[in-house]
T-cell receptor
Framework: GENVEQHPSTLSVQEGDSAVIKCTYSDSASNYFPWYKQELGKRPQLIIDIRSNVGEKKDQRIAVTLNKTAKHFSLHITETQPEDSAVYFCAALSRQNSGYALNFGKGTSLLVTP | EAEVAQSPRYKITEKSQAVAFWCDPISGHATLYWYRQILGQGPELLVQFQDESVVDDSQLPKDRFSAERLKGVDSTLKIQPAELGDSAMYLC?????????????FGPGTRLTVL
């Protein structure tokens, strides 16, 4: 089955700096990669996703890059703000039995200090 | 904006007791997922429904866990008997069709503590 590795597990940056979170996956057939943000005590929320026919996608301060050959994808947050502090999860979608299943990384706890 | 609803939000139980969690997906969403999230880890899929049918329950510990979605709308996840290792957040998610790349929307979760 699919295995998703995520690094780092914790990341601390100063407000205004950039943050980068990296993920690798094992199933070469995977080609949908969402990123979720989970604030303390709240539900995971989709912040950006990318499909394998695209190498990069940007939405304001957030961007995701995908390297299908190397089987890795990354989340980039620029001009970080304290409200970006949360746990971020990457995921890869793969075929599983009769459906499609998301396999999540273990999460990165991002802390943005003023 | 419509959201996935779950109840209860918190549940404390003693081991060997039975517990049940309820999920109401976004209206019109055909696919419903139950995930378990252990503290410090990402969600892990337990069971996936397409309408009222189970699509994938390969990771569901069937000796003690059961899930149903009788009318293809809301769903119940049951644990009987609960064990100490079942303490976790149980998340429900739904998507419009379950097709490739369909966005999954998560509920707020039920935090289970087994004493």
């Amino acid at each position: 089955g699919e295995n998703v590795e995520q690094h780092p597990s914790t990341l601390s940056v100063q407000e205004g700096d950039s943050a980068v979170i990296k993920c690798t996956y094992s199933d070469s057939a995977s080609n949908y990669f969402p990123w979720y943000k989970q604030e303390l005590g709240k539900r995971p929320q989709l912040i950006i996703d990318i499909r394998s026919n695209v190498g990069e996608k940007k939405d304001q301060r957030i961007a995701v890059t995908l390297n299908k050959t190397a089987k890795h994808f990354s989340l980039h947050i620029t001009e970080t703000q304290p409200e970006d502090s949360a746990v971020y999860f990457c995921a890869a979608l793969s075929r599983q039995n009769s459906g499609y299943a998301l396999n999540f990384g273990k999460g990165t706890s991002l802390l943005v200090t003023p | 904006e419509a959201e996935v609803a779950q109840s209860p939000r918190y549940k404390i139980t003693e081991k060997s007791q039975a517990v049940a969690f309820w999920c109401d997906p976004i209206s019109g969403h055909a696919t419903l997922y139950w995930y378990r999230q252990i503290l410090g880890q990402g969600p892990e899929l337990l069971v996936q429904f397409q309408d009222e049918s189970v699509v994938d329950d390969s990771q569901l510990p069937k000796d003690r866990f059961s899930a149903e979605r009788l009318k293809g709308v809301d769903s119940t996840l049951k644990i009987q008997p609960a064990e100490l290792g079942d303490s976790a957040m149980y998340l429900c998610a739904s998507s419009r069709s379950g097709q490739y790349g369909d966005t999954q929307y998560f509920g707020p979760g039920t935090r289970l503590t087994v004493l």
